[in-house]
């Protein structure tokens, strides 16, 4: 969203700041401006011309999930403070924390998921014919995506010892995309097991299973016959 004002004042260093302060814009480094008119002294006062810019502002992505993000926070009458920071994946985080900031989160983050899916949306969203650069944003409540992020860590560790002990598959809840990969991740670092997806896109599930070195080594030779014959369809016991 871009903004144009035509500032008047005595020199242009006012200038810049009445046009900082009507653009809504952080810093002066933040704006655009031409000069129109130079300002004149003229001689003992009499002649003098005040100095006139063109001013432009436009609020880049992460300034519009802030504008959508406190709106919406002080709807909801919740008294919060916001922190922006470089995220590891090429993304800026919006950190949110204050009194209640807890109920940003919902049950397993799904109303944080929502919320950060809207703020991608408020911060991408252009105008017919401005040019902005994409910019990806995620939203973390009280450092809850780093604490989710070892439980579900942790919860792949088990879930893989368990599979490990029983020699049964082991299916997990439905998570997002973010959250099955961080099992994946996980489980990677434990030998005798894999993982895969199923199920449709809203729905979909990890299922940890004994691969397929691990499955043979603790086969009958009644599963070992079923597996050969299970393989011959393009199927797996496990």
Do not use: C, W
């Not at 500032?7 to 302060?21: C, L, S």
């Not at 919406?72 to 470089?86: I, S």
């Not at 998921?113 to 911060?123: E, K, R």
């Not at 910019?135 to 893989?160: H, P, Q, S, W």
């Amino acid at each position: 969203m871009k903004k144009q004002v035509t500032i008047t004042a005595k020199t242009i260093d006012e200038a810049i700041a009445k046009a900082v302060e009507e653009l809504g814009a952080p810093d002066a480094s933040d704006i655009e401006y031409t000069v129109i008119e130079e300002p004149k002294k003229g001689l003992f006062g009499i002649g003098a011309t005040p100095a006139v810019i063109e001013a432009t502002y436009q609020k880049n992505g992460v300034a519009l999930a802030l504008e959508f993000l406190t709106r919406l926070t002080k709807d909801m009458g919740l008294n919060v403070t916001m922190t922006v920071r470089d995220g590891s994946n090429g993304d800026k985080v919006i950190a949110i924390d204050g009194d209640h900031a807890g109920v940003l989160i919902g049950h397993h983050g799904d109303t944080l998921d929502a919320l950060q899916y809207l703020s991608n949306l408020a911060a991408n969203k252009k105008s017919e014919g401005e040019k902005r650069e994409y910019v990806k944003i995620t939203i973390d409540v009280e450092n809850y995506r780093a604490k989710r992020e070892e439980t579900l860590r942790a919860l792949a560790r088990r879930m893989a010892h368990r599979v490990l002990r029983y020699k049964k598959s082991v299916m997990l809840e439905p998570m997002n995309p973010y959250e099955r990969r961080i099992i994946h991740s996980e489980i990677q670092t434990i030998d005798g097991v894999s993982t895969n997806s199923i199920g449709s896109e809203d729905n979909r599930k990890v299922v940890i299973f004994l691969d397929e070195k691990s499955a043979a080594a603790h086969r009958t030779p009644a599963e070992e016959e079923a597996a050969e014959i299970l393989r011959d369809f393009g199927e797996e016991l496990y």
